[in-house]
């Protein structure tokens, strides 16, 4: 069972950044980042592959968000800059629960933290 434990989240001023980190008890390959505003599907934002050292980032935060691994402190980071109002939702750390591919879908992981808050306000 891996566990995942996020930290990191708070209220920001549009424009502000915030960075978000991700204990990990067990290291996967592919490890990603999940958020879910009110009343709104949870989407996938960030993941990294470890065997391929590939990133992936959804269109809407390209540019603007950097994810990044410390694996010897087992420790999973997302870099939040120019924070707009729509980035507002909760934030979970995610890890693979296969061997296999590495992407954005949900169907990569099979384990996720309890999630942290992000606010950003106008």
């Known amino acids: 069972q891996v566990q995942l434990a996020e930290s990191g989240g708070g209220s920001v001023q549009a424009g502000g950044s915030l960075r978000l980190s991700c204990s990990v008890s067990?290291?996967?390959?592919?490890m990603g980042w999940f958020r879910q505003a009110p009343g709104k599907e949870r989407e996938g934002v960030a993941a990294?592959?470890?065997?391929?050292?590939?990133?992936y980032y959804a269109d809407s935060v390209k540019g603007r968000f950097t994810v990044t691994q410390d694996v010897t402190k087992k420790t999973l980071f997302l870099q939040m800059n120019s924070l707009k109002p729509e980035d507002t939702a909760t934030y979970f750390c995610?890890?693979?629960?296969?061997?296999?591919?590495?992407?954005?879908?949900?169907?990569?992981?099979?384990?996720y933290g309890r999630g942290t808050q992000v606010t950003v306000f106008s």
């Open positions: 995610a890890a693979s629960r296969m061997t296999g591919g590495c992407g954005l879908g949900s169907r990569y992981f099979g384990y």
């Open positions: 067990y290291w996967k390959n592919c």
């Open positions: 990294i592959f470890v065997g391929g050292a590939e990133n």
